[in-house]
Nanobody
Framework: QVQLVESGGGLVQAGDSLRLSCAASGRTFSNYAMGWFRQAPGKEREFVATISGNGVVTFYSDFVKGRFIISRDNAKNMVYLQMNSLKPEDTAVYSC?????????????????WGQGTQVTVSS
């Protein structure tokens, strides 16, 4: 069982940066691939970024590639999402998720554990 708690969301202007954090409970954190997903009002939840259990492999959605960076600190049971050059279309609730097994994947249905999410609002 893994419990996830996100933090770091807020209201920013276009072009600003934010760093989201996700604290995970439980042991053997490195056995879990971690992902960030987002859901805007009226839209489906969509994949943003994922990182393998050892932090070596990462994948990004096309709309954040080059702007967002996912990282993790297995000693602290933390995963982060550094978001740069934010755009109004990045406005959404951002959730972190954990997948059993260290292989990073982009499919949301493969993630078993989800946090409550943190709101990110980008004004133009």
């Amino acid at each position: 069982q893994v419990q996830l708690v996100e933090s770091g969301g807020g209201l920013v202007q276009a072009g600003d940066s934010l760093r989201l954090s996700c604290a995970a409970s439980g042991r053997t954190f490195s056995n879990y691939a971690m992902g960030w997903f987002r859901q805007a009002p009226g839209k489906e939840r969509e994949f943003v970024a994922t990182i393998s259990g050892n932090g070596v492999v990462t994948f990004y959605s096309d709309f954040v590639k080059g702007r967002f960076i996912i990282s993790r600190d297995n000693a602290k049971n933390m995963v982060y999402l550094q978001m740069n050059s934010l755009k109004p279309e990045d406005t959404a609730v951002y959730s972190c998720a954990a997948k059993g097994g260290p292989q990073a994947v982009t499919l949301k249905h493969l993630y078993s554990y989800w946090g409550q999410g943190t709101q990110v609002t980008v004004s133009s």
